[in-house]
């Protein structure tokens, strides 16, 4: 476990030093499904580019991730999404420097054949703690993605920025995948496989 919590980790902070760009290729810790950013399902790799510092209806760093949607003539050329916390389905609402997108990581986190996407929030105020943070995952589909469920924060008033960085992978090799998520504490929490929309998971 040991070893992976160091591939965890060093995938999240190879992804926060390229300013939040996800390119979806694989990777030592890249999600099991082999579909890794394939968020429509179409057989072509799908690019999701994070503007955390991006104002959204009028919410100065509220945070944004833009999707180019692959197709066999480009990233993009086809299809283009921008999702926020203001867009439906996602959970929560687009607030000041809440930073949506700052982390994000991709993996088919509940095994219906098609790449979902987690994003981190780690600005997010939470009731009355102010950037306790949070992740949310956004659901792949035939149509892209679309909606959203919160990760349940297990520790919410012991640390802040939950939700940076994040990291998917099949940490404990029964080819589910996981998800591993940090805040400004040195403690990362591993969800392993088996995520759904309701927001249960296979355990932490």
Do not use: C
């Not at 926060?16 to 082999?34: D, E, F, I, Q, Y």
């Not at 429509?40 to 919410?59: E, K, L, T």
């Not at 949070?134 to 802040?160: F, K």
């Amino acid at each position: 476990m040991r070893k992976n919590l160091r591939t965890a980790v060093a995938t999240a902070a190879v992804g926060a030093l390229t300013g939040g760009l996800l390119v979806a290729v694989a990777g030592p810790a890249a999600a099991v499904s082999g579909l890794e950013g394939d968020f429509n399902g179409d057989g072509h790799q799908d690019i999701a580019v994070s503007a955390p510092r991006a104002s959204v209806g009028g919410h100065a760093a509220a945070g944004s991730v833009t999707v180019l949607y692959g197709s066999p003539t480009g990233a993009g050329a086809a299809k283009v999404q921008t999702l926020s916390q203001n867009s439906a389905g996602v959970p929560g609402g687009a607030e000041a420097s809440d930073g949506f997108g700052s982390h994000t990581t991709a993996g088919d986190f509940n095994g219906d054949g098609y790449a979902d996407l987690a994003v981190g929030v780690p600005g997010e105020d939470v009731g009355s703690d102010a950037n306790g943070g949070t992740a949310v995952i956004l659901w792949g589909g035939s149509a892209g993605l679309s909606g959203g469920t919160t990760v349940s924060d297990p520790a919410g008033t012991s640390h802040d920025s939950f939700g940076a960085p994040l990291a998917a992978g099949d940490y404990d090799g029964d080819g589910r995948d996981d998800l591993a998520i940090g805040s400004d504490q040195n403690t990362i929490d591993i969800y392993r496989g088996g995520f759904t929309k309701s927001g249960s998971t296979g355990g932490h």
